[in-house]
């Protein structure tokens, strides 16, 4: 059984950075596309960011697109978000999330498409 767990949120001022981790257990990490979600309070959870299997594709949102950088090291199991210039807007918690995939390159966008997911993690910025 797949289970990712996350770390490394926190409460941070406006333009501050943090490194969220997602590590990965169960099964073999890199036969699984990654990828990172957010849900602010009232809102849809909403896609952030995914990588492909090789780590050779990434895709991201606009709203973090240059502020935000998704990275994965197959060696260690685990996913990293680095998010550099944090805004209020990205006060949400965090769900990394697993789908096994053939495609070595592909990097799924959409939430429906993901099979496992993370407790998640709270990320506060305060302005």
């Known amino acids: 059984q797949v289970q990712l767990v996350e770390s490394g949120g926190g409460l941070v001022q406006a333009g501050d950075s943090l490194r969220l981790s997602c590590a990965f257990s169960?099964?073999?990490?890199?036969?699984?596309?990654m990828g990172w979600f957010r849900q602010a309070p009232g809102e849809e959870r909403e896609f952030v960011v995914a990588v492909s299997r090789n780590i050779a594709n990434t895709d991201y949102a606009g709203s973090v697109k240059g502020r935000f950088s998704i990275s994965r090291d197959n060696a260690k199991n685990t996913v990293y978000l680095q998010m550099n210039n944090l805004k209020p807007e990205d006060t949400a918690v965090y769900y990394c999330?697993?789908?096994?995939?053939?495609?070595?390159?592909?990097?799924?966008?959409?939430?429906?498409?993901?099979?496992?997911w993370g407790p998640g993690t709270q990320v506060t910025v305060s302005s």
């Open positions: 999330a697993a789908v096994r995939h053939g495609s070595l390159y592909y990097t799924p966008v959409g939430e429906y498409e993901y099979e496992y």
């Open positions: 169960g099964s073999t990490f890199d036969s699984y596309a």
